[in-house]
């Protein structure tokens, strides 16, 4: 027997200090008979406290090794801190230990209560079972718990009481983390209740340190506490003619934004506004840079005549931008303001500005309404980065009935937005339009650019044209380009390259030309067809599916004065003028008919 061995800084098992304060054994003939150890052992979940616990040990016949045997103290408010609280462990928690390459490998299972202690978040006595720490990381590895701690009334959030939804355990990052997602109440118990729902995580941090009690140079993984962030506020309130609804999203080490908060909000006072005012935030910090954005949008009606005035818009942002590779063409039909979510921190940028309006037909909207804006960018210097006007036009649609939602679903909408480029003197727009009413659909795009030594106008694309569909007529479409990019002349419809040879039909344009000099390419083309089957008598069935379409299009380049043919001086066309094209036409249709003559 012996007593006081070594203390808790001079024991280890793979990481986890251990002391022996008392060892004995029973020695009959040679061979170990049975044996006892006691003393302490520290959980890594705690930097300061430990557990006492009694070991048996014994000789396994089968093996000739030891077999450990371990039973530990149950106890009262064990400094969790690594947790940010404490824990209370029941008599059912254990701790298992084998030996592994030499090496004690202890696992725990723990059960109690669980007390976090914050300054964002605080819960007492919340029941937990299975909590299983292991010695290699990740060393927190499992956990469940319930949903109603025993001091409900302690529970808060950044200072508000809180009722739990669910409780789970998981990796965040890689790294063990507790999430809690609870319902927190903003008002006292005598005045009008107003919840919402929220999330937050107790985050630990694992890194490698020095193990001196297993010999110079030894590690071990070691577990920290890395702070309770709060994830997300949603607000869903109604009372009465008031109602308020939004979501507020916290970042922390975001690899773009940073640390903040974003989120929108809307509000609404029944028989005071005609439709929810809306707000959109960012605010946040990183890599040593402020940077926010505010926007806003009420309803106030102002009759102007047959029209009026329904909204007022406005917003500012600072350090802020649009992704600056996302074209134009791709922003169409998206609210001009409530799209904070959009901008991105820009150390280049400075000051924004935004300013806009609902406008509409009166008394009803319904027939037609749109916004539009204006926003200023400035520099980070001061200087003037750009200037956009939009514009977003809806038909046979409400304010209410439109907002969010995909313009696929909108009867007819069109949208506009222009930009002036100060810093390369660049004026770009482009315009969009969709029709989606019974029988008739249609779609369009148009995109103007002017710059120093580069500019073009195209209503239409050959790969994207200008659609228009009358159902049980067909449909057309239409394209026309100008200016210094123009695109490759398309080839026929398959119906005519399907039968005639494609060669001369396509690359008919000189692209280096088109780039050079200029030009005007436009074309258009009609399709329609139709199928069906229909019986004659009893016996027969005829069939049929007939396709019509007509098409062409044209390029007229200018190749400059000096452009000619070769082995001939003068100059192509009128005056370097040269044009080129296509026009087509086809009918194609299969009728047959089945049956039988006669049946038995």
Request: with cysteine; charged share 10%.
């Amino acid at each position: 027997s012996g007593t006081n061995l070594f203390s808790l800084n001079q024991g280890s098992m793979s990481g986890w200090g251990f002391s022996v304060n008392s060892i004995g054994v029973n020695i009959v003939s040679n061979h170990l008979n049975g044996g006892t150890m006691t003393g302490h052992i520290r959980l890594p979940v705690s930097e300061t406290d430990s557990l006492s616990y009694a070991c048996v040990l014994t000789q396994n016949m089968q093996t000739g090794q030891l077999d450990y045997a371990f039973a530990i103290t149950p106890t009262n408010n064990l400094d969790a801190n690594v947790l940010g609280g404490t824990l209370t462990l029941y008599n059912t928690s254990a701790i298992a230990v084998i030996k592994q390459n030499g090496k004690f490998r202890p696992t725990a299972t723990l059960n109690g209560k669980y007390s976090l202690q914050n300054n964002n978040a605080r819960v007492r006595n919340l029941e937990f079972q299975n909590m299983v720490l292991a010695a290699e990381a990740p060393i927190l590895r499992s956990a469940i718990f319930a949903l109603v701690p025993d001091d409900h009334d302690s529970s808060k959030l950044a200072g508000f009481h809180f009722t739990i939804n669910s409780v789970q355990f998981g990796l965040l990052n890689n790294e063990p983390a507790i999430a809690f997602n609870v319902g927190v109440n903003f008002s006292d118990g005598n005045a009008l209740s107003i919840g919402a729902s929220a999330g937050f995580n107790v985050k630990t941090i694992t890194t490698t340190v020095a193990n001196p009690a297993e010999g110079i140079g030894a590690t071990k993984p070691k577990m920290q506490f890395d702070g309770v962030s709060i994830n997300s506020i949603g607000l869903d309130f109604e009372s009465g003619p008031f109602s308020i609804n939004g979501l507020i999203i916290f970042h922390e080490n975001d690899p773009i934004y940073g640390k903040g908060f974003s989120g929108n909000i809307q509000f609404t006072i029944v028989q005071i506004m005609s439709a929810p005012a809306q707000a959109s935030v960012w605010f946040g910090r990183v890599n040593g840079m402020r940077y926010f954005y505010v926007d806003a949008a009420v309803p106030i009606t102002v009759p102007m005549g047959n029209m009026a005035i329904y909204r007022f818009m406005g917003g500012i942002y600072y350090h802020m931008s649009r992704v600056t590779n996302t074209p134009l063409e791709n922003q169409l039909y998206e609210n001009a303001f409530g799209n904070a979510s959009q901008y991105f921190p820009d150390s280049n940028a400075g000051l924004g500005i935004k300013a806009g309006v609902t406008l509409g037909s009166d008394p009803s909207e319904r027939p037609v309404n749109g916004d539009v804006a204006l926003e200023v960018s400035f520099n980070s210097n001061g200087g003037m980065s750009f200037i956009s006007f939009t514009g977003n036009v809806f038909f046979m649609t409400t304010i209410n009935q439109r907002m969010n939602v995909n313009p696929n679903n909108i009867p007819v909408v069109a949208s506009m937005i222009m930009q002036y480029d100060f810093q390369n003197d660049a004026l770009h727009a482009a315009l969009g339009a969709q029709v989606h009413l019974p029988g008739v659909t249609g779609s369009g795009q148009a995109t103007m650019h002017f710059e120093p030594g580069l500019w073009y106008i195209h209503i239409g694309r050959p790969q994207t044209r200008v659609t228009l569909s009358v159902g049980g007529i067909g449909n057309f479409t239409a394209y026309f380009e100008t200016g210094q990019q123009i695109d490759p002349m398309p080839a026929p419809p398959s119906q005519v390259t399907s039968i005639v040879n494609a060669n001369g039909l396509n690359d008919q344009r000189d692209e280096n030309a088109l780039n050079v000099g200029g030009g005007v390419a436009f074309g258009a083309s009609f399709a329609m067809g139709s199928q069906d089957e229909f019986e004659i008598g009893n016996n027969f069935e005829v069939y049929y599916n007939i396709a019509a379409g007509a098409g062409f299009d044209i390029m007229v380049l200018n190749y400059g004065p000096n452009a000619h043919c070769q082995n001939s001086s003068s100059t192509v066309g009128i005056n370097g003028w040269y044009s080129t094209g296509q026009i087509y036409a086809y009918l194609q249709g299969t009728v047959g008919i089945s049956g039988e003559f006669m049946s038995q």
